[in-house]
């Protein structure tokens, strides 16, 4: 009977605990009850407005990237006898180039930078087809600076002029070709002064043109890395 009579008195202490009021417990409750819905919405805004702000900076990097990508395109249009249009190839894609457009480029590179004109804006067009075809930091420019400096043609120009026939372009192995040439120098007059023969060994590479001006200085991408020429005795 005793132990009855001390759980009934456990139970009646805590019935009676629960009716007491504690003013943290209900502060709190007010408080959650009153600003609880806003600090939630608050804390989702702002959740959403890091997202937005990580979408817009992905955006952002994706357009920059996408303005510094070249977006032409060059192709090469060969036309047959009657000027009709016959094979379509992209410029940039080009397979192995025919060894002719390589013999002319090359034979016009040693006329262009040996070469000696009166007509200035002729002179000019002819040192740009030559640097055009000349990769930076190489030895074949390093040359050829040295030789334009050493005897510059628009100083020649005003006592001599200078023709050159090109007598051969061959290959010597699969990125040197070798050119033969005649170098003829002339007075003002057109008195021939001298008829010199002479070599040049140059080292070619390959970069496809990537926008219009390379197109039209350079429209296969040869360009020359290492060149030596010499006089033939």
């Not at 990580?54 to 357009?63: D, N």
């Not at 060994?201 to 990537?210: I, K, Q, S």
């Not at 001006?213 to 429209?219: L, S, Y």
């Amino acid at each position: 009977m005793a132990s009855n009579k001390e759980s009934n008195s456990v139970a009646d202490i805590k019935e009676s605990s629960k009716g007491i009021n504690d003013p943290y417990l209900d502060a709190r409750r007010e408080w959650n009850e009153r600003y609880g819905s806003y600090i939630s919405r608050a804390k989702n805004w702002r959740l959403m407005a890091f997202g937005v702000l990580g979408v817009c900076l992905v955006q952002t990097v994706g357009l920059v990237v996408m303005a510094t990508q070249n977006k032409l395109v060059p192709y090469v249009v060969q036309v047959d006898k009657l000027g009709s249009a016959v094979p379509v190839a992209r410029a940039d894609q080009m397979g192995k180039t025919d060894e002719r457009v390589v013999k002319a480029l090359l034979a016009r590179f040693i006329s262009d930078a040996r070469g000696v004109v009166s007509d200035g804006i002729a002179q000019r067009q002819m040192i740009d087809r030559t640097y055009a075809m000349l990769s930076n930091g190489t030895r074949a420019l390093s040359i050829v600076n040295e030789f334009y400096k050493g005897d510059p043609p628009y100083s020649r120009a005003a006592t001599s002029g200078v023709t050159t026939e090109i007598s051969s372009v061959i290959p010597v192995t699969e990125k040197t070709w070798q050119v033969e040439w005649e170098e003829t120098t002339r007075s003002t007059s057109g008195a021939i002064i001298n008829k010199l023969r002479w070599k040049a060994n140059l080292t070619l590479a390959f970069n496809p043109p990537t926008n219009e001006r390379q197109i039209r200085v350079n429209p296969i991408g040869l360009f020359i890395t290492d060149l030596s020429w010499s006089q033939v005795l």
